[in-house]
């Protein structure tokens, strides 16, 4: 059983910046890539950006390219996510999720854990 915990969320103005955490903890940490998505109220769960655990290649959804930047840690089984540049339509629950089978890492059905996740909420 793997155990991941975000922090990092808060409340912050447009154009500002937050970093997000992800710590596992549980079994041997060995995933294929842990990812981040995002829900807002009313809508679904959507991708925005995955690292392969192994050579740290990186996946983003087009919406955040350019100002998230995706990472990890390997000894402390950490990944983070720099937001820079918020906007408004960034509100979300952001969760972060482990997969360790090879697979299509922009979509939820790769991932086989999950954090609670935590509030991201940008002002205009």
């Known amino acids: 059983q793997v155990q991941l915990v975000e922090s990092g969320g808060g409340l912050v103005q447009t154009g500002g910046s937050l970093r997000l955490s992800c710590a596992a903890s549980?079994?041997?940490?060995?995933?294929?890539?842990m990812g981040w998505f995002r829900q807002a109220p009313g809508k679904e769960r959507e991708f925005v950006a995955a690292?392969?655990?192994?050579?740290?290649?990186?996946n983003y959804a087009d919406s955040v390219k350019g100002r998230f930047t995706i990472s990890r840690d390997n000894a402390k089984n950490t990944v983070y996510l720099q937001m820079n540049s918020l906007k408004p339509e960034d509100t979300a629950v952001y969760y972060c999720?482990?997969?360790?089978?090879?697979?299509?890492?922009?979509?939820?059905?790769?991932?086989?854990?999950w954090g609670q996740g935590t509030q991201v909420t940008v002002s205009s």
């Open positions: 999720a482990a997969g360790w089978q090879a697979a299509v890492v922009v979509t939820t059905t790769a991932y086989d854990y």
């Open positions: 549980g079994r041997t940490f060995r995933p294929y890539a």
């Open positions: 690292i392969r655990w192994s050579g740290g290649s990186t």
